[in-house]
């Protein structure tokens, strides 16, 4: 089994900064599962924000976020980060972490096997 547990999430200001970090664990998972930040407003389809692969430097952000959200690995890989900055009232949501075992750049949320209970970010005008 693997578990994602994510933090981080909370109320901002419009132009300010958030760190979201994901903690994986379990006896199935690995360091080499590729990892990824979902996000999903109201009303609205889950939307794919970034992923990373194992392998240091292979990630890969959403055009739409691009330049203002930075995913990352760290903990010898168990952990992903999201460091998002000049935040907008539109990227209000639940940010969800989620995991594969494949080794390749996902961005289908229906490709990843687990997935976190999510974090609520909330950015007010």
């Known amino acids: 089994q693997v578990q994602l547990v994510e933090s981080g999430g909370g109320l901002v200001q419009a132009g300010g900064s958030l760190r979201l970090s994901c903690a994986a664990s379990?006896?199935?998972?690995?360091?080499?599962?590729?990892m990824a930040w979902f996000r999903q407003a109201p009303g609205k389809e889950r939307e794919f924000v970034a992923t990373?692969?194992?392998?240091?430097?292979?990630?890969y952000e959403a055009n739409n976020v691009e330049g203002r959200f930075t995913i990352s690995r760290e903990n010898a890989g168990n952990t992903v980060a999201l460091q998002i900055t000049s935040l907008k009232p539109e990227d209000t949501a639940v940010y969800y972490c989620?995991?594969?075992?494949?080794?390749?750049?996902?961005?289908?949320?229906?490709?990843?096997?687990?997935w976190g209970q999510g974090t609520q970010v909330t950015v007010s005008s």
């Open positions: 990373t692969r194992w392998i240091a430097g292979s990630t």
């Open positions: 989620a995991a594969s075992p494949r080794v390749a750049t996902i961005t289908r949320y229906d490709e990843y096997d687990y």
């Open positions: 379990g006896r199935t998972f690995s360091s080499r599962f590729t």
